[in-house]
């Protein structure tokens, strides 16, 4: 057989990898149908499905990653470390902004679409047993955690894997590994229905994956609630928990038109691939991760490596400049208050003194008043669109109508349109603002996916 790097098979043609892909989705979206992720069953088909596998998800060193804010760029930038420092590394995140394939990453670029489809061809038997044996169809997300670490089994240095829901009864909680490394992300309110009505009951969910006499890192919380919780927990697995301060004077950062640069205390600046003050924390803390590998296993960092792995960390969706009819835009998937407020905030800095327009549109289950509350101060225009979800993760079929989020922005004294068309929405939003001032879209991956056809890198 011809292969290409790295051992594995030369790539196909275009028409050949269009065809694995639709292969794949129809597989995910359309034959698994429409489920909720792991809450119901808990561990047990996860465990049932993945040991009818060989267990891939412990053939690999795993960096596990949960949080409320931060966990796909934390991910990415400990994947892009490791890789400036030599290694082969396997990154899983979720929710994916464009293409299926940005879940399934190695050595920084998506896995190709036949190898997936390949991989998922040697999983359905195994779909198909575990339904059988009575313990429920396998979800979305636990497919796709499948098709990961089976990726990933025996063919990477290192895992990074990040949670989908919660962390405890995560399907990708399933990692045994004494090596494992956890990495706590900031933990805020989010998925309440499915995690709980607290900060408290949240954190207790997300330090469900701290390993029984592991290591784990965790950004210092600004909440007694939050760090008590990781704490007892910590103490109950004899988990080694450090924690990393994501604030000045620990952390200091800024951000412009170029970029932003990370300034810890007696190092030189850094700059970030990633843009933003929340991402400057973020890049600590999985700098900080990545220390606990090397200390855990016998190498040293290269100031090199570290500024080559902090510049190429690049994430879609996520404060990502794109053009739109020739209008600047920035499209990100913030769709919470505190990822929204991130935004809000790196807005500031890029744009002082600046309103913005908006496209909005969100998901059935997010919080509507509580994230036009964190825009309504920057924002000069709400054009309030909607959009269809595949299914996947967690479907909510349909998005809020836009009818509501433009009447919620109303309420808040922001002048509003209503637009369905996502496109249409983004183009009307720009004819009300200065050709300089970008368009801001978010509220949802899915709204992102559905305006990223007409835009072009800005």
Request: proline share 6%; net charge neutral; charged share 20%.
């Amino acid at each position: 057989m011809t292969t290409g790097t790295a051992g594995l098979p030369a790539p196909v043609g275009a028409a050949s990898s269009r065809a694995a892909l639709d292969r794949v989705r129809r597989y995910l979206y359309e034959e698994l149908g429409p489920q909720r992720g792991p809450a119901g069953a808990g561990l047990a088909r996860a465990r049932a499905l993945f040991g009818a596998l060989g267990d891939p998800q412990d053939r690999f060193r795993a960096v596990h990653v949960a949080g409320t804010a931060g966990k796909g760029s934390v991910s990415t930038v400990v994947a892009s470390l490791l890789r400036a420092h030599g290694f082969r590394v396997g990154a899983h995140v979720s929710p994916h902004a464009y293409c299926l394939l940005e879940r399934f990453q190695v050595d920084g670029a998506p896995v190709r679409a036949d190898l997936v489809d390949a991989e998922l061809a040697r999983i359905r038997p195994a779909v198909e047993a575990v339904e059988r044996a009575g313990h429920g169809r396998p979800s979305f997300f636990e497919v796709t955690n499948a098709l990961a670490f089976g990726l990933f089994a025996d063919r990477v240095d290192h895992g990074v894997i990040e949670t989908g829901v919660g962390g405890l009864l995560d399907s990708t909680n399933t990692i045994t590994r004494a090596d494992k490394l956890a990495v706590i992300t900031p933990i805020g309110l989010d998925h309440q229905d499915l995690l709980g009505a607290t900060v408290r009951e949240i954190a207790a969910q997300k330090a469900g994956i701290l390993p029984c006499g592991g290591r784990a890192v965790a950004a210092r919380p600004r909440s007694a609630e939050v760090e008590d919780v990781l704490s007892a927990e910590a103490a109950r697995r004899s988990c080694d928990l450090r924690w990393v301060d994501l604030d000045p004077p620990a952390v200091r950062s800024w951000s412009g038109p170029s970029g932003t640069e990370l300034q810890l205390r007696g190092q030189p600046p850094l700059s970030l691939g990633l843009t933003g003050r929340h991402q400057a924390g973020n890049a600590h803390l999985a700098l900080r991760a990545v220390e606990a590998i090397a200390a855990r296993d016998g190498w040293s960092l290269d100031a090199d490596a570290v500024w080559l792995g902090m510049r190429s960390a690049t994430l879609p969706g996520r404060f990502e400049r794109r053009a739109i009819a020739g209008r600047p835009a920035v499209l990100d998937g913030a769709h919470n208050p505190m990822k929204l407020a991130a935004l809000v905030a790196t807005l500031r800095e890029v744009h002082p003194g600046v309103r913005f327009p908006w496209v909005l549109a969100f998901r059935q289950d997010k919080d509507l008043e509580g994230a036009l509350h964190v825009v309504a101060p920057v924002a000069s225009l709400v054009v309030a669109t909607e959009f269809r979800a595949d299914g996947g993760d967690h479907p909510a079929g349909a998005s809020v109508p836009a009818e509501l989020v433009a009447a919620a922005a109303a309420h808040r004294g922001i002048p509003t349109a209503v637009e369905r068309d996502p496109v249409r929405a983004v183009g009307r939003a720009g004819e009300q603002a200065d050709e300089a001032v970008p368009v801001v879209v978010s509220g949802s991956f899915h709204l992102l996916a559905a305006v990223h056809g007409a835009t072009v890198p800005g």
